[in-house]
């Protein structure tokens, strides 16, 4: 099944990777309103034959400084991916902290 992005959540990842990611993150990554297991509000996955897909759950959609934060928290993931253990780790958090102080907060 092929997946499209949402228009605003494509426009958000695009804006953000070149403020913040320096374009490093995939640019066909799909981000989509989808609902996500286990009671969380957004996740990323990466299909073997495909692009990196981020799912957030339509349940924050009307929270639009809640959703951008967690587009960014996701994006963080998508940079560090496959570094092994270092799911909330060291590195995940010092990238966080990085788009954070870099300005993040500002656009949310």
């Known amino acids: 099944m092929v997946q499209h992005s949402d228009a605003l959540l494509r426009r ?11 374009n490093e993150l995939p640019l066909d990554t799909k981000v989509i309103w989808m609902p996500v297991v286990d009671d969380c ?3 990323s ?3 073997d034959d495909g692009p ?3 799912k957030m759950s ?3 959609s009307g929270f ?13 993931h998508i940079k560090l ?4 253990g270092d799911y909330h780790g060291k590195l995940w958090k010092e990238e966080i902290i990085r788009v954070l102080k870099a300005g993040a907060v500002r656009w949310l």
């Open 45 to 47: 996955t990466k299909p």
């Open 81 to 84: 991916w496959g570094r092994r």
């Open 58 to 60: 339509p349940s924050i």
């Open 52 to 54: 990196f897909i981020i």
């Open 64 to 76: 639009r400084r809640f959703f951008k934060l967690i587009l960014i928290h996701e994006m963080c």
């Open 12 to 22: 958000l990842y695009l804006d953000f990777n070149r403020r913040f990611f320096n």
């Open 41 to 43: 509000v957004a996740e």
